[in-house]
């Protein structure tokens, strides 16, 4: 019917890619990964880290338990602290995210009122079993606000202003109470 | 310049000279064929370690990738690695299989493809055996890998296996047909079934003498390609092995060092054919001003690259449409093919190549327009809804 | 002697009638584990020689229990999920779970949400369909080189997803009543690279395929679904459309702003695997023209309303009235639909996913009987299924 004429001219699409790849720069896509990575882009997420303004004591997660709850796989685990008497404090005991059980979808940093957690950059956490080292526990999540500025630095400074503004009004509202 | 020529006819005797001092001569010749076949020995298995390595490549830079590049500069070494790979493996025989037919059928796929080396003529005075009916030789040992492949698809008992090693024997036999038939014209022309004869007969007019420039060699040379191409397995006509279709055809139970050699003896056969090819249409390793071991590499090589490229580019045949353009198109090409090269050798000049020229076109026009792959083809037009 | 021994032998082959002759069926599992099934799914297919004589498709390998998880977890925690059933296209699958909710929850959506909304929809179904072709060729046999022009274009579109909601793949990017985000700044501009290039690939792509023998000689005439059959069996999207019906749920719903927009909808007239092919192609020449006009038309404001804002910010207080509702848009592959039933908690009542991978599906022995083996490979191809979404 068409004596062939399409085979040659897909062929010639092949050979055309072919002395592309010598002679055209760019014209090759793949990324040499270890050598050469891929821009990082901003709104990137990952898995989650925890987040601590002065020092790993004092996170800003309350353990108020909304993310573990709202978690779709449920891969977070979160034990409130207690002192001495048995009275809650602020603070989380165990904060365990199961690595290998999370996907990622990054609802745990959109439902925390508290602006404790977020979507990680870091995707290179290869380990050789997938039990105990994929289970994160509290002291390997948490991350200094600092870093969240160094991966997200508009959604950090915003959230930076956000927490300022709220502490201002809180001191308003209640002037010298809290001593 | 001579010198270089003859490099490697002169290397050997050397060794033979050497060996003389201390060899009675009853055992010389003997020396002489194992000097050949150790020459074969270690360059079949590297040209075919380098040309997955070049496939790999090829195919890579056609997909907008760089193809190997880990091991060694430009992946060199990859082949190796591989190599160890292959053969670091587990071997697995499946449970039922007939153990003994599925453990020889490899060995029998390779041994077929590595005597194809011994006919070839690599460059002057290099052909190991300058066998009187080398051509022959050629196409009777060439089918033997057939009847391997289709033990490795029977013991390994697996459907897919047998699937496979049907669809290879059938092939294999239609496809055998106009090669053969497309290697006659040349014998009618020569007349003789050597391939250093072949190669002689194509020397002077500065490569003008090449068959491939005459109208019936340029069709038998497509005829042959074509019908190689389908004889080594290699996409379009991959279906044996058609992954897609039937996991790996009849090598779905090998693995490991079994398995590399069914891939060796694909790639021997592309390259073994390829360099036929360039025998018989392409002046074998006439050329002038680089040696002529080089001439042939570097034909053999444009033949190779061919294949390959024809493997990053195409989808695979149907089995039936695989069949009916054997039957239908390539079968009455490589007649009509004969006819015109009959005419060429009887009539003068001129005339021979318009008659020639127009029993092949109009043969072809003709043939192509009785759908060779038995599906009418047609182009489209769509409609459009608001 | 010679002749009374011939004259046995004719006889005895002239007694036996053709229907004797001994031959069996070869009964092959094609799948769970097989290059081309697409995912994790088995055709049983009886084989007469190299025809199909009976094929049955058997589905469940990849079953999540999606439709129960979702009835435990709140509306919010579902997105995700959605993500995870196609794969291939999570916008568009966010998108109908989205609709669905809205129209449960009666949740307005602003103006540029909805843009962009429509723009990730189409640059989803750019990616299918590239993607399909890809996969259709890879079916074929060939090489793996059209798949990796496809992938290569798809990843700058990915590139795309990745810088807006986060994530290459499982965007999980729309929320009820907006998207979870605003465009990043640079969006536009590469969005416009990606609208003027994108022609010029497909040209590259049909100059390597549409005209090719093989691909036409392969394609043409194979698997062909006529079109009483194709609305019988309730298929939709471009195996529908291949057949020529004509149904296209953006101009039949004309949900979302889609109304708004000038685009055609190709239709075939063979209904084989060709057909499925080309008016892919050209869907894709359509899809690019429809993100011209968004990409023109794209007004400033809000992007997620302040009811979806609070209820994207609290799951747990994000209670729908009690009733029912079906959201349904024209994903890339056909009709995605989501029924949902609240009872006024935040968890729902009932949760369906109408998938049209697995509705598709249903007609695949129909299209098969008297293929080859290979045929019902690049059938099953043009169907145009994911996994993930045929179980879930």
Not at chain 2, 239 to 247: A, D, L
Not at chain 3, 204 to 223: A, D, Y
């Amino acid at each position: 019917m068409s004596y062939g004429l399409g085979i040659l001219k897909g062929m010639s699409v092949t050979l055309k890619q072919f002395v592309e790849s010598y002679t055209k720069k760019g014209s090759i896509v793949t990324v040499q990964y270890p050598e050469e990575r891929r821009e990082d882009v901003e709104r990137f997420r990952n898995f989650p880290i925890l987040v601590y303004d002065e020092k790993p004591e004092a996170p800003r997660c309350v353990a108020c338990d909304i993310c573990a709850k709202e978690c779709p796989p449920k891969c977070i685990t979160i034990v409130r602290d207690r002192d001495e008497q048995g009275r809650g404090l602020q603070k989380p005991k165990v904060f365990d995210i199961d690595l290998s059980v999370c996907m990622s979808c990054g609802i745990c940093e959109e439902v925390c009122p508290f602006d404790a957690i977020f979507m990680d950059h870091q995707f290179e956490l290869s380990a050789y079993d997938r039990m105990e080292s994929l289970n994160y526990h509290q002291e390997k999540l948490l991350k200094p606000n600092s870093y969240l500025h160094q991966i997200r630095p508009t959604d950090a400074t915003q959230i930076d202003a956000k927490l300022k503004a709220k502490e201002e009004a809180k001191k308003k509202t209640q002037p010298g109470t809290t001593a | 310049m001579e010198r270089l020529d003859q490099l490697f006819v002169l290397l050997k005797k050397i060794i033979l000279q050497f060996a003389e001092s201390f060899l009675p001569a009853p055992l010389l010749p003997f020396l002489s064929i194992l000097v050949s076949i150790t020459a074969i020995a270690i360059f079949a298995p590297l040209t075919m370690m380098y040309l997955t390595w070049l496939e790999r490549k090829v195919i890579g830079r056609m997909q907008n990738r760089f193809g190997p590049n880990r091991v060694g500069i430009y992946g060199l070494l990859q082949p190796i690695a591989d190599g160890i790979k292959m053969l670091t493996k587990e071997d697995v025989i499946p449970l039922g299989a007939d153990r003994v037919t599925h453990f020889l059928a490899p060995v029998a796929v390779v041994v077929p493809s590595l005597l194809l080396f011994s006919v070839l003529p690599f460059g002057r005075n290099m052909t190991a055996v300058n066998l009187d009916i080398g051509l022959l030789f050629f196409i009777a040992v060439s089918s033997i890998g057939t009847l391997a492949i289709f033990m490795g698809g029977w013991a390994s008992r697996n459907k897919f296996s047998l699937l496979g090693a049907m669809r290879a024997f059938a092939q294999m036999i239609s496809y055998e047909v106009p090669l053969v038939l497309s290697v006659v014209t040349v014998v009618m022309i020569v007349g003789s079934l050597s391939t250093e004869k072949i190669v002689e007969a194509q020397s002077g007019w500065g490569g003008l003498r090449w068959f491939v420039f005459t109208p019936w060699g340029f069709v038998g040379f497509m005829l042959f390609f074509i019908c190689s191409v389908s004889e080594v397995n290699r996409t379009p006509f991959d279906i044996p092995e058609g992954e897609s279709e039937i996991v790996a055809g009849f090598h779905t139970e090998y693995s490991g060092m079994k398995f590399a050699l069914f891939y060796m003896a694909e790639f021997l056969g592309a390259f073994a054919y390829s360099a036929m090819a360039a025998t018989l249409f392409l002046g074998g390793w006439q050329g002038p001003l680089l040696p002529s071991w080089l001439w042939f590499g570097l034909k053999t090589f444009c033949l190779v690259f061919t294949m390959i490229w024809l493997r990053g580019t195409f989808p695979r045949f149907r089995v039936d449409q695989l069949m009916s353009y054997a039957w239908k198109f390539l079968f009455p090409m490589g007649l009509s093919n004969i006819l015109a090269a009959g005419i060429w050798y009887h009539t003068p000049f001129p005339l021979s190549f318009i008659f020639a020229t127009w029993i092949l076109l109009l043969s072809f026009i003709g043939l192509s327009r009785l759908n060779p792959t038995g599906t009418r083809l047609e182009r489209r037009t769509y409609r459009f809804a608001e | 002697m010679f002749v009374i021994w011939l004259l046995v032998i004719s006889r005895t082959e002239m007694d036996k009638p053709e229907t004797t002759l001994d031959t069996q069926m070869l009964e092959v599992n094609i799948g769970p584990q097989h290059p081309s099934t697409h995912g994790v799914f088995r055709m049983n297919v009886t084989l007469d020689g190299e025809t199909v004589v009976r094929l049955k498709p058997a589905m469940g390998y990849l079953h999540r229990n999606h439709e129960k998880i979702a009835e435990g977890a709140s509306y919010l925690a579902s997105m995700p999920f959605t993500d995870r059933l196609d794969y291939i296209c999570s916008m568009t699958n966010n998108l109908a779970y989205a609709i669905a909710v809205e129209k449960l929850a009666g949740i307005e959506v602003p103006e540029r949400a909805q843009y962009i909304r429509v723009i990730m929809a189409e640059l989803t179904r750019l990616v299918n369909h590239t993607l399909l072709v890809g996969f259709l060729l890879n079916d074929l046999g060939a090489f793996f080189t059209p798949t990796l022009y496809a992938f290569r274009e798809r990843e700058k579109i990915l590139d795309l997803f990745e810088a807006t909601s986060g994530a290459r793949m499982m965007c999980n990017y729309m929320r009820f009543g907006g998207v979870k985000a605003d465009l990043h700044p640079g969006f536009m501009e590469k969005l416009k690279e990606i609208v003027e290039n994108y022609p010029r690939f497909l040209d590259e792509f049909e100059k390597l395929l549409t005209e090719n023998e093989i691909l036409m000689s392969r394609c043409q005439h194979v698997g062909i679904l006529p079109k009483h059959l194709a609305v019988d069996a309730s298929a939709t999207g471009p195996l529908l459309r291949a057949s020529g019906v004509d149904y296209d749920i953006r101009k039949v719903d004309g949900y979302s702003i889609y109304p708004r927009f000038k685009f055609r909808v190709p239709l075939g007239s063979v209904g084989d695997v060709y057909d499925r092919y080309y008016v892919r192609i050209l869907e894709m020449r359509e899809s690019i023209k429809i993100l011209e006009q968004a990409m023109k038309e794209i007004p400033p404001g809000e992007f997620i309303s302040k009811q979806g804002a609070t209820g994207a910010k609290s799951p747990r207080t994000f209670r729908p009235p009690k009733g029912d509702a079906y959201g349904r848009i024209e994903s890339p592959k056909g009709e995605l639909g989501f029924y949902l039933v609240s009872d006024g908690t935040p968890n729902p009542y009932r949760y369906h996913v109408r998938p049209p991978s697995f509705i598709n599906l249903t007609i695949l022995e129909d299209m098969c009987l008297g293929c080859k083996v290979a045929d019902a490979i690049i059938i099953l191809g043009s169907v145009d299924i994911v996994l993930g979404e045929v179980d879930r």
